[in-house]
């Protein structure tokens, strides 16, 4: 008797497009593409510590960051995997300080896929688990040349026509959404497939968790330190204090939160006057997530309005984010931007 394998991301992406008469199969072969660029980061994640990949490259990214070796090659892994499938114009990483252009031997597409190939890096080498983040959009331009098209990139998140994450840790997991439901995978190695185990999660309207780094509390003003202290009170109506969970890896927090309920916060702090909004940057961390929590039935602010519907000015901007429960962000919006619900 075969075995039932179950339902494939091929199979899972395919069955949503025939629900959508004008899909082309562009989102199928992308996310498809991904889903090999995700098994070869995967196998290298979880050799990591056995084979010469750990460490640091002696290098620093676009974001002055220490880069490690698996970061390097995540993000050369994606870029040969994404460059030859015809669907894409132009690609933006947060490894690269500009757009990565297609080599003209492919042919170019109409969408863009920005993505963290390895989010997390600094968690490699103590083997907490770390991950990417993609979200992808449709030119809007007639523009094929890469010197024209950072304005189809910087696109307000709620443009984005898909988005998701692969987060390596105990198993490696996928998610993903292109605006109908949020689909977890979960890979089996036995036989190099994603999947499905988490069909159409809905994150808990209110959680009782709160994700922070509490070590920038000096750098916090009093809005910030007043909604931090605001979950960590005892009231028993409100089910408080909350419980802290701080992985220090925003998809390890995030795939928690998503799953169990809770908020993740990374507030705007004075650590560092060249990152006035915090570390998180909006294009390839904030708007992917921003769009799987909306469509998971939770919400993404910068403490102000929603992480959506914010106007990108550079590739890799940072933002201020709150994301998880609605209730939660809408709360931190209360104390932050001092938004009446
Ligand atoms: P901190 C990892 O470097 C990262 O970009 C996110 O994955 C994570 O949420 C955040 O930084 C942790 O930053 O300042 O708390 O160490």
């Not at 892994?77 to 252009?101: F, P, T």
């Not at 998503?258 to 705007?268: Q, R």
Request: net charge neutral; with cysteine.
């Amino acid at each position: 008797m075969a075995e039932k394998v179950g339902t494939t991301i091929i199979q899972h992406l395919l069955s949503q497009q025939r629900e959508k008469p004008e899909a082309t199969g562009a989102f199928t072969q992308i996310i498809n593409e991904l889903t090999i660029a995700a098994k070869v980061i995967s196998r290298e994640v979880n050799q990591a510590g056995l084979v010469d990949v750990l460490g640091a490259t002696g290098d620093v990214n676009v974001q002055g960051e220490q880069v490690q070796k698996l970061d390097v090659f995540s993000n050369q892994v994606v870029i040969d995997r994404m460059q030859h499938i015809g669907q894409l114009c132009c690609m933006g990483s947060e490894e690269v300080a500009d757009l990565i252009d297609i080599p003209d031997k492919y042919p170019k597409g109409n969408y863009i896929l920005v993505f963290d190939p390895l989010d997390g890096s600094s968690n490699i080498d103590v083997n907490v688990s770390i991950g990417t983040i993609f979200g992808i959009y449709k030119k809007v331009s007639n523009e094929t040349d890469i010197n024209f098209l950072l304005s189809d990139v910087l696109q307000p998140g709620i443009k984005q026509v898909a988005a998701g994450y692969i987060v390596y840790g105990s198993s490696t997991i996928m998610v993903y959404t292109t605006g109908n439901g949020v689909h977890g995978f979960t890979l089996i190695p036995s036989i190099g497939e994603f999947l499905l185990s988490h069909e159409n999660i809905r994150i808990p309207e209110k959680g009782k968790t709160y994700s922070v780094n509490e070590s920038n509390y000096a750098y916090w003003d009093e809005k910030t330190r007043a909604l931090i202290d605001y979950f960590k009170t005892k009231d028993r109506d409100t089910k408080r204090p909350y419980t802290s969970r701080y992985v220090g890896s925003l998809v390890a927090d995030f795939h928690r939160n998503l799953l169990k309920g809770g908020i993740f916060m990374y507030p705007a702090d004075l650590k560092d006057p060249k990152k006035p909004n915090g570390k998180l940057r909006l294009m390839v961390e904030a708007n992917p997530l921003a769009m799987i929590v909306k469509h998971a039935g939770g919400y993404a602010s910068n403490g102000y309005g929603p992480i959506l519907e914010i106007k990108p000015d550079e590739l890799h901007q940072r933002v201020p984010l709150y994301i998880g429960s609605k209730q939660d962000v809408l709360l931190a919006e209360k104390f932050i931007g001092g938004k009446r619900t």
